[in-house]
């Protein structure tokens, strides 16, 4: 069955690069959009953007450009980087299968505090 | 952006009872409508795509509708593992947006 894992420091300091990989199991990246998703404790979800299956990506604009989404077809992994992070991006970050819209499977979470 | 507003923030309903979550888009999404379960601690959970597509393996209580601007979830015959938040997202505009959240209590 496919799974979603999301691996990577839970700590990252102010100012520093945030950096989450996904690894999918039990399926293909072809076809699909990936998500990068998040949850600041206590509150809803906020998208950040997907990469096609080609490579193609879309961020929020809300995260003025901080954000990066590449994709490792090899490893049938996926990644985040999120620059100049403040405390305001600690969140638990979720990855996710995306298809027409809809977020079908999604990862267990992460959460990565942002403290010095 | 497409602003997603949910009513109630929360409701209380009982075992066997019919709940319904609305969720209202600042500009037409046509039926680009999602809605999703997160209990404490997990991840969401796809219920319906596309406005009112029961995603495989979800129980059919669960039914969506509505198009444009306005949308609905219902839950029937509430169980007691209903008991969670439920967001809506809406995929007719980039960035996508998610509606603030229902909590479903269940007494």
């Known amino acids: 069955q496919v799974q979603l894992q999301e691996s990577g420091p839970g700590l990252a300091k102010p100012s520093e690069t945030l950096s989450l990989t996904c690894t999918l199991s039990?399926?293909?990246?072809?076809?699909?959009?990936w998500s990068w998703i998040r949850q600041p404790p206590g509150k809803g979800l906020e998208w950040i953007g997907y990469?096609?299956?080609?490579?193609?990506?879309i961020y929020n604009p809300s995260l003025r450009r901080r954000a990066t989404i590449s994709l490792d077809t090899s490893k049938n992994q996926f990644s985040l980087r999120l620059s100049s992070v403040t405390a305001a991006d600690t969140a638990v970050y979720y990855c996710?299968?995306?298809?027409?819209?809809?977020?079908?499977?999604w990862g267990q979470g992460t959460l990565v505090t942002v403290s010095s | 952006d497409i602003q997603m507003t949910q009513s109630p923030s929360s409701v209380s309903a009982s075992v066997g009872d019919t709940v319904t979550i609305t969720c209202r888009a600042s500009?037409?999404?046509?039926?680009?409508l999602a809605w999703y379960q997160q209990k404490p601690g997990k991840a969401p959970k796809l219920l319906i795509y596309?406005?009112?597509s029961l995603q495989s393996g979800v129980p059919s209580r669960f039914s969506g509708s509505g198009s444009g601007t306005d949308f609905t979830l219902t839950i029937s015959s509430l169980q007691p593992e209903d008991s969670a938040t439920y967001y809506c997202?809406?995929?007719?505009?980039?960035?996508?947006?998610f509606g603030q959240g229902t909590k479903l209590e269940i007494k």
């Open positions: 596309q406005a009112s």
């Open positions: 990469i096609s299956y080609s490579g193609d990506s």
């Open positions: 039990g399926g293909s990246i072809n076809n699909y959009y």
């Open positions: 997202q809406q995929a007719s505009g980039l960035p996508y947006t």
């Open positions: 996710a299968r995306t298809y027409t819209g809809a977020s079908d499977i």
């Open positions: 500009q037409g999404a046509n039926r680009w």
